[in-house]
């Protein structure tokens, strides 16, 4: 049975076990589609990569991104860990930043001392969301619709829409409730008091993802949060969200922005290395 090369990583932390993991099974050229929906199925986590020769030219490598249910054409935190991984093993990019081709096109992702960033891709779908849409969204967080500052559509590919409370221990404290919004991908973003917080970071993510299940630490939705935050003139242009507090993880995401691209970057700490046999 052939055996390919697997990792897998934790993305957005420097020490294992407090960011999100992914993993990444490379040399997959020969695994056709029910195979890699099958392994990422197995591996039960909320992504599993597989990476590949590039077919497009202007690409290094290229990978394909699978929930345990269905393929995404773009996520953020396994292309910091895909990358990672591809480098790991020996990969070397043609010009100055690593490109990465999925089915969202290609993404640029940068080396800054021992992080990786990606430039965020563009939003798909952007503004108003509906009176209907937005009550729903609400009863989900189980928030009062006042208390939402602002909701927004920000999809750069798995659907998000955005929601920005002024209250961090508001959002801590958001029960989600699946049955009242099925299938809509959801972020939620609160900025820290330096007071109360500290200045780890400035600002608290939560997402709440398609099947309900909320993800420990998303890089498309930080993406698609700083092009909106940012562009609105509500964030900096540089700051530090933290996500995952309430899963008991600590993951730091760090925004960017530098001429008209804004960078999403974190850390990776490897975990496992070894083989699978498929």
């Known amino acids: 049975m052939p055996t390919h090369p697997f990792h897998q990583v934790d993305v957005f932390s420097a020490v294992p076990f407090k960011g999100n993991p992914l993993a990444v099974i490379a040399e997959a050229d020969g695994l056709d589609d029910a195979a890699m929906q099958a392994i990422a199925n197995w591996t039960n986590l909320s992504e599993t990569t597989f990476l590949s020769r590039a077919q497009n030219p202007g690409a290094d490598y290229r990978v394909r991104i699978f929930t345990p249910q269905r393929e995404l054409p773009f996520a953020g935190h396994p292309t910091l860990g895909s990358a990672h991984v591809w480098l790991a093993l020996g990969g070397r990019p043609k010009g100055e930043y690593v490109v990465q081709e999925c089915g969202a096109g290609l993404v640029r992702i ?109 890089g498309s939705l930080n993406a698609s949060l700083a092009q909106w935050l940012i562009g609105a003139g509500i964030a900096p242009k540089q700051y530090v969200a933290s996500q995952g507090t309430v899963l008991g993880r600590a993951g730091r995401v760090h925004v960017a922005q530098d001429g008209e691209t804004i960078w999403v970057g974190g850390d990776v700490a490897p975990v496992v290395k070894g083989t699978i046999s498929v």
Do not use: C
């Open 110 to 218: 940068k080396r800054d001392s021992d992080r990786l960033a990606f430039a965020a891709p563009p939003l798909r779908r952007s503004g108003h969301v509906d009176a209907e849409l937005t009550s729903r969204i609400a009863a989900a967080l189980g928030l009062q619709p006042s208390s939402m500052r602002a909701v927004e559509w920000i999809d750069n590919g798995p659907g998000w829409i955005g929601v920005l409370l002024d209250s961090r221990q508001d959002l801590l404290n958001i029960k989600f409730n699946v049955l009242a919004l099925s299938q809509q991908p959801v972020g939620v973003v609160a900025p820290w008091d330096p007071a109360k917080d500290g200045d780890d970071a400035q600002y608290e993510v939560r997402a709440f993802t398609w099947s309900g299940v909320e993800d420990p630490v998303t």
